[in-house]
């Protein structure tokens, strides 16, 4: 089974950074399309940034020009770098991995593999 690995969440001050790292285990990590996705509390799971086997990115309107996600294929790992961080946020951040994609990537039900998250805070 594959297993992915979150860290890097922490408590950071508004207009502070962070960088995000997902550890996935096994061979075929190249062949994932790769996702972070969100959840604050009381609400759902929410698309922030997607990268593709061929590393194109995409990103939502809410995080666009401050997170840049990215991939290490010898690591076996992808990360957000987050910056300019605001209140809005705070969330449980999660990685998931797409075998088939990528298609409807903002949709969280295509992914196939997720981690247990991580907490991000940013306080105001």
């Known amino acids: 089974q594959v297993q992915l690995v979150e860290s890097g969440g922490e408590l950071v001050q508004t207009g502070g950074s962070l960088r995000l790292s997902c550890a996935v285990s096994?061979?075929?990590?190249?062949?994932?399309?790769m996702g972070w996705f969100r959840q604050a509390p009381g609400k759902e799971r929410e698309f922030v940034a997607h990268i593709t086997n061929y590393e194109v990115t995409y990103y939502a309107d809410s995080v666009k020009g401050r997170f840049t996600i990215s991939r290490d294929n010898a690591k076996n790992t992808v990360c957000l770098q987050m910056t300019s961080l605001k209140p809005e946020d705070t969330a449980v951040y999660y990685c998931a991995a797409d075998r088939d994609g990528p298609y409807r990537i903002s949709d969280p039900t295509i992914y196939d593999y997720w981690g247990q998250g991580t907490q991000v805070t940013v306080s105001s």
């Open positions: 096994g061979r075929a990590f190249g062949s994932y399309h």
